[in-house]
């Protein structure tokens, strides 16, 4: 199963490269995609928005367009909108206040522009304006609680947003209360109001989470313990139960007395077949093999990420090419993808500095 593309007439298509400009990052690098080598290539790039750590690409106003989202994770968080029509691209009107701190991810449903504020534990909801730029903030959602360790947990900390496959549900994942919230967004006041919330392991730190392409199946990357929580989607009711928890590191695997491993992000092969996980510190990508159900995980072996720090795991549209950001070497490693074991092998990589994020176009 292959994801459709929006390659260019010279068949390359197109990423951009999330980074923290305070750190040296250059900002947002276009880069070009070779599908059958999967180089990348740098086009141009922008530092107009600081820190931009996770991007997301959304339908723009002409037919078949799109505009780039970023979120700017600093102490007073914002969001903005970029139009990437040429190599380098330019803001559409203004960044926009997000009323939280340190806003890690962003996600665009509908008329809607939803940012995860780590620092502040909240989310919030953007509207969208007719020419594709971020409007002022419509409503906020604080969470509330916090978890056993205290360094961490002592309060709720949003680290990711997201709709679920139907459309009908938003999901935000909060490593300091160690729960998964479910709200419902009200598409013309842009009101989030919770529906659910489903507690995992004390302790675990969920981070990320992804869904299984049938939809039946959410799958919770857990950063302060590396494991991944398997849960039951039910769209329907809005509901998520955790039904198994599985170690993203194979048994056996060596890790120093110095190095703690902290997963960052988790990603499903679009055949439904795979699960991988990127895992900082230990600097592997965890490769985990699912059933025909998508409701049992079994941890299969890791290779190298290709750097230091994986922040961010990327799974290009054709589903050939697994892209590592990582953060600390300053750079993109892309893997070649076995499609019968899912096993990743490195094919090459760009120099990013302080790289946080791929999306592709």
Not at 110 to 119: D, E, K, Q, R
Not at 327 to 351: M, Q
Request: charged fraction near 20%.
């Amino acid at each position: 199963m292959t994801h459709a593309t929006t390659d260019r007439e010279d068949g390359t298509g197109r990423a951009y490269i999330g980074s923290f400009t305070s750190a040296g990052g250059r900002g947002i690098i276009t880069a070009t995609v070779d599908r059958e080598t999967g180089e990348l290539s740098v086009l141009g790039a922008t530092d107009i928005v600081p820190d931009p750590s996770y991007l997301a690409l959304g339908d723009g106003p002409e037919p078949g367009g799109k505009v780039l989202y970023a979120v700017s994770e600093t102490e007073h968080g914002a969001a903005a909108a970029l139009d990437v029509t040429d190599d380098v691209p330019r803001l559409i009107g203004g960044t926009q206040p997000v009323d939280g701190e340190g806003p890690t991810h962003l996600a665009r449903t509908g008329g809607h522009l939803l940012t995860a504020n780590y620092g502040s534990g909240s989310v919030s909801a953007l509207g969208v304006l007719s020419d594709g730029s971020v409007g002022p903030v419509d409503s906020v959602l604080a969470h509330e609680g916090s978890g056993p360790v205290s360094d961490r947990q002592r309060a709720p900390h949003a680290h990711q947003v997201l709709p679920d496959p139907s459309g009908t549900w938003v999901l935000s994942v909060d490593l300091g209360t160690d729960s998964v919230r479910i709200c419902a967004l009200d598409g013309t006041t842009g009101a989030l109001r919770l529906h659910g919330e489903t507690f995992l392991r004390p302790g675990t730190g969920p981070r990320h989470l992804a869904f299984h392409p049938a939809g039946g199946h959410a799958y919770v990357l857990n950063e302060l313990e590396p494991t991944v929580t398997v849960c039951s989607w039910d769209a329907g009711a809005g509901t998520l139960e955790p039904i198994g928890e599985t170690a993203v590191l194979p048994e056996g695997t060596e890790i120093g007395a110095d190095t703690v491993t902290y997963p960052s992000e988790v990603v499903v092969s679009h055949d439904g077949r795979f699960l991988w996980t990127a895992n900082r510190g230990h600097d592997s990508i965890s490769v985990l093999a699912l059933d025909a159900t998508g409701g049992s995980v079994t941890p299969v072996t890791t290779v190298d990420c290709g750097g230091h720090w994986p922040r961010d795991l990327a799974l290009d549209p054709t589903g050939r090419w697994l892209y590592a950001a990582n953060e600390r070497s300053g750079d993109v490693s892309w893997f070649a993808v076995d499609p019968e074991t899912g096993v990743p092998r490195r094919a090459g990589s760009l120099t990013a500095p302080a790289a946080s994020c791929v999306v592709f176009a």
